[in-house]
Every structure is written in structure tokens, then in C-alpha cells.
């Protein structure tokens, strides 16, 4: 399996159409592992981002990729689900050079200064420099397989193709071989996603790919010096236990490199933000709830620390919460606000209950909390509210809100409630402008972003228990006196 490309490129008219006038050219010819290192080190001195997309890695994983790709090492990356370690072996792709030239037709990529196969040599031979030359995107020069169960060793290195013998080829002509997938990423990147699961007897197979840099096919006679870099991912606990990369393959990536999940809560969000396609606005303040809420099911006693929790965890969240702001404003729509217009979709941290049901089974709980998980993500995300609640809008006076229930009155809020209805139940509040101020919301916030602020500010009081709170039968939150 290759990664999709929507479009193949086209290759310049100005490139050298045959081998001649690529000789004249002053085109040499490089391994793929010379590439990569000349245009890593070509981005470090002109300061130009060498991974774009990756976040979190800058000073842990990336400079041990770089002095992988540097050194020439092909390597495997360690890590948890979820840890981005596919998204970093597909950017490689983007430091190979933007065209390389190949002899057309040629399913090995066989470079025209360098063929590999007879049948080429032998063409580029009879016709010197009149060889034509082809040109392949770097976007054609990925190859990707997740390792599975039955994957086999044709479909990685290749077998006899009984078409080409029928058609009278004998068995040891290299000619009816049907190559794999490897072979056919020569000069190019091959990814195995997923290291472990591929059986031991198939992991045997990458042995003289990595080392001796060939491939072997049945009985065959043939030594193909292959030019690519090998990259593998695999989890952890796979590499323990449900499978094993064999010692003599470890023994041949030159590197060994383990992900991690984001350290701090900036970059956290940080990834939320680049990563979720969100379809309402999130207000920020919400979205730091998701991501200390990710960081704090991570850290959970009660969650099976050996599987990780995925990063898509809260990327999801995420886009739960604005999927429910879309459908509040969607029900609201018959009912406009007092300015005529549609509700606009604006999510609430009261949206983000919905997440502790659909997202618990991105979660493995440990054996004794069966029966209780979605008690335990409830508990973790009023956990993580009230640490948002504190990192804002600690110190500010908020008796203007408490004084609102003082006199027995209640205010509802919840997943049908307007930002109108909230705003008109609670008036004008002395400290709302700085509560605003607090969460980045502006001088002048639209009604649906007010009412999300006044909204975090009742749930965050409820959370210190300054107000009490009942939710009813209707799935309305009113917020009032404790008593």
C-alpha cells in the first residue's frame, strides 16, 4: 500500500529527456540515504522547517531522527497509539528530492546511471546516450504496508509470477519475477507500520534488505542491490508480548527511537488545535478543559497505562464538543435571537459531558474498574474543569454570579438553552467584563461567546462548591443555592 496522492505531478519540460543530456547536465547520481542526508543538512543551514506537522518533538524525538537520517541508519520508532509516529515516517518523504530521474518503464525505479536488473543494463547499454529518461515525484517514492497476520513474503519482497512463465519464460529467467513491495519502493522510503504483528518467519525476509541490502526470491540466483531507507513503527507492549521483532533484525536498524505523547499542556492544545476539524467554534477556555481532561485520563490510576491513551482522544473530544454546539444550534434555529438572526454554534464546557460516553472505548481501564468507566471519565473531566476554572479566573471577584441564586432563584442552562435565554436569565453581572478578558474572548464577544463564558464561570463556582447544581429529566443544568 502506497500513501494516496490525489494527483501525480507533472514533470517540468526543462528537465533532461534522455541520458546524454542528463550526463550534460551535471546530474550525480546519490543513494537515497546521500539525499536525504544533503537536503537535511540543506534546511538546518537555510533554517527552513524540516518537519513540518509534527508537534511536541522539537527537542526529544526529532534531533534523534536527524542524526538517524544523518548517520545513514534506517530505524524503527517505539511508542504508544497515538503518538504521531506514522505522520513522522510519511514527512520523511518531504526531504527526497523534488524529481529524480528513472529509466521509464522501470518497476525497480532503476536510476539511468546506475540500472540494476539485466534486462536494463543491457538497454541502457545498446543505447548510450540516447537512453530516454523518466522522472519520478518525490510523492511517488513512499512505500507503506501495515504489517497483518497474512501479510507473506511475496507481498513484500516478491514471487514467480506464473503469467510470465506461461508465456514460455523459463523458471530461472529474473524476468518472470512479480516483485513486492519493497523492491518496487527502490530508491524511495518503505514504512512498516506495526512491526511486531508481521510473523517471525516473514520478518526473516527484511533480514538482507536491511544488511545486505538485496533481496532473495525462491531459488533464485539474483542479487539486487536495493537503495531505500526502512523505517518501522511498533508499539511497545506489541514488542513485548502479543509479538516481537526478532534479534537479528533489531540488530540491523542502526536506530531505535521512542515517541512519546505531548509533555506539557501547550503543546497538547497545540495539536488539538492543528489536528481537529472542528465544525462550531470552541472557545479556548474549552478546548484547554479537553486537553487537561486527555492529559489527566492518561495519568489515571484506573486507566491500563501499557496501552496509552491516544492523542485522537482528545482530538475527538474535540470534535465532539463543536459537533454539539452544531446540533444545539441546529435545534434552536426555529427559535431566532432578539437580532433576528440563526444561533450561532459557539460549544460550552456543558458539551463536553457528551465525550465521557462516546470516547470511553478509546480508553482500556484496568480490570477493576469494570462497570465504572464512565463514572471515573465523568470524575476526571470535572477534574480537569475546575483546574481550568482556577487557572483563569482564580483571584477575580465572582460574588456578582453567587448573588444571582442568593435569593432562591435558579438559572438553567444545558444543551437546548439559548445563549439568549442564559444571558436574559442572568442580566447584568458586575465582573463579567474581566471573566471575558480572562478567557481571551475580546472587548466585544458575540452573545453565544458570552453565555459560553457565563456558563464555565456557574460550572466552575458549582466545582468549588460555591453553587449547587441539579441536572433534570429534560437534560437541563439549573444552577443554584447550596442547600
Known amino acids: 500500500m502506497t500513501a494516496p496522492t490525489p494527483v501525480i505531478p507533472v514533470p517540468p519540460a ?3 529527456g534522455t541520458l546524454g543530456a542528463l550526463r550534460a547536465a551535471g546530474h550525480q547520481y546519490r543513494t537515497v540515504k546521500q539525499e536525504l542526508r544533503d537536503n537535511l543538512l540543506a534546511r538546518m543551514r537555510s533554517g527552513e522547517a524540516r518537519f513540518p506537522g509534527i508537534v511536541g518533538y522539537d527537542d526529544s524525538v526529532l534531533p534523534e531522527v536527524e542524526r538517524a537520517l544523518l548517520a545513514g541508519h534506517d530505524m524503527v520508532l517505539l511508542g504508544e497509539r497515538g503518538q504521531g509516529k506514522t505522520r513522522l515516517i510519511r514527512s520523511l518523504g518531504a526531504l527526497l528530492d523534488e524529481w529524480t530521474p528513472v ?31 523518466g522522472w519520478l515525484h518525490r510523492s511517488m517514492r513512499y512505500g507503506e504496508k501495515l504489517a497483518t497476520p497474512d501479510t507473506s513474503v511475496g507481498d513484500l ?19 518472470t519475477i512479480h516483485f513486492g513491495l519493497v523492491p518496487r519502493t527502490n530508491r524511495g522510503i518503505f514504512a512498516v507500520n506495526e512491526l511486531p504483528d508481521l510473523a517471525e518467519r516473514i520478518q526473516v525476509a527484511l533480514l538482507n534488505v536491511l544488511e545486505e541490502r538485496d533481496i532473495q526470491v525462491r531459488g533464485y540466483q539474483l542479487r539486487l542491490p536495493l537503495d531505500l531507507l526502512l523505517v518501522a513503527s511498533a508499539n511497545p507492549e506489541d514488542y513485548t508480548n502479543r509479538g516481537r521483532i526478532i534479534t537479528p533484525l533489531k540488530d540491523r536498524f542502526g536506530a531505535e527511537i521512542r515517541t512519546h505523547y505531548p509533555v506539557d499542556l501547550e503543546l497538547e492544545l497545540a495539536l488539538i488545535r492543528q489536528e481537529a476539524d472542528l465544525v462550531a467554534e470552541v472557545p479556548e477556555h474549552v478546548l ?9 485520563v492518561r495519568e489515571s490510576p484506573s486507566v491500563d497505562p501499557r496501552s496509552g491513551v491516544s492523542a485522537r482522544f482528545a482530538i475527538a473530544a474535540a470534535e465532539t464538543v463543536a459537533g454539539a454546539a ?15 438572526r440563526p444561533e450561532a454554534a459557539v460549544a460550552r464546557v456543558g458539551d463536553a459531558v457528551s ?14 474498574e469494570e462497570g465504572r468507566e464512565i463514572e471515573v471519565l465523568a470524575h476526571l473531566l470535572r477534574t480537569a474543569t475546575a483546574e481550568t476554572f482556577r487557572a483563569h479566573l482564580a483571584g477575580l471577584d465572582l460574588s456578582g454570579f453567587t448573588a444571582l441564586v442568593e435569593e432562591g432563584t435558579a438559572i438553567e442552562t444545558g444543551e437546548l438553552v439559548g445563549a439568549a435565554e442564559l444571558l436574559r436569565q442572568v442580566g447584568t453581572v458586575p465582573g463579567l467584563a474581566k471573566v471575558l478578558d480572562r478567557l481571551g474572548l ?15 464561570v456557574l460550572e466552575g463556582l458549582h466545582l468549588t462548591r460555591r453553587l449547587g447544581k441539579d441536572v433534570t429529566d429534560s437534560g437541563r443544568t439549573v444552577y443554584g443555592g447550596r442547600g
Do not use: C, M, W, Y
Open 355 to 368: 465525550v465521557t460516553s462516546t470516547l470511553r472505548g478509546k480508553v482500556e481501564f484496568e480490570s477493576g
Open 103 to 133: 529509466i521509464p518503464g522501470s518497476v525497480l525505479n532503476e536510476h539511468p546511471l546506475h540500472p540494476l536488473t539485466p534486462a536494463s543494463r543491457a538497454q541502457v547499454a545498446e543505447a548510450g546516450d540516447d537512453q530516454p529518461v
Open 442 to 456: 475580546g472587548d466585544a464577544p458575540t452573545p453565544e461567546e458570552a453565555a459560553a463564558a457565563v456558563e464555565f
Open 326 to 340: 452544531l446540533r444545539r444550534a441546529g435545534l434552536l434555529a426555529a427559535s431566532p435571537t432578539p437580532e433576528g
Open 157 to 175: 519482497i516478491g514471487d514467480v509470477d506464473p503469467i510470465r512463465i506461461a508465456q514460455g519464460r523459463t523458471l530461472g529467467d529474473p524476468e
Open 288 to 296: 484547554e478543559v479537553l486537553a487537561r481532561f486527555a492529559r489527566a
Open 14 to 16: 526543462d528537465l533532461p
